[in-house]
């Protein structure tokens, strides 16, 4: 099992930045993906960054140029920084982790709220 505990989430206004962050613990493996999902409201959850243990980053398009994701030095961590937030950024941003043997594990999710 995994665990993963986010924080960083919280109210922010159109334009401002916000800096989330998950750690995993447990029985974490040192080939593995992390990232970051978000669900808005009445919509289905949807990959926003992901980041290999190489260092291997892929961004959906409505955030490439103003979220960076990146691992922490101890490479257990995982940050996203959200910069020119929209809006439409709003929702539930959930950490995941993808074991090197195919299994997945989520965290509590953090709320996510941008005003206009």
């Known amino acids: 099992q995994v665990q993963l505990v986010e924080s960083g989430g919280g109210l922010v206004r159109a334009g401002g930045s916000l800096r989330l962050s998950c750690t995993a613990s447990?029985?974490?493996?040192?080939?593995?993906?992390m990232g970051w999902y978000r669900q808005a409201p009445g919509k289905q959850r949807g990959s926003v960054a992901l980041?290999?243990?190489?260092?291997?980053?892929n961004y959906a398009d409505s955030v490439k140029g103003r979220f960076t994701i990146s691992r922490g030095d101890a490479k257990n961590t995982v940050y996203l920084q959200m910069d020119s937030l929209k809006p439409e950024d709003t929702g539930d941003y959930y950490c995941?982790?993808?074991?090197?043997?195919?299994?997945?594990?989520w965290g509590q999710g953090t709320q996510v709220t941008v005003s206009s």
């Open positions: 995941a982790y993808y074991t090197a043997f195919g299994n997945d594990y």
């Open positions: 447990g029985s974490i493996t040192s080939i593995n993906t």
């Open positions: 980041i290999t243990n190489s260092g291997s980053t």
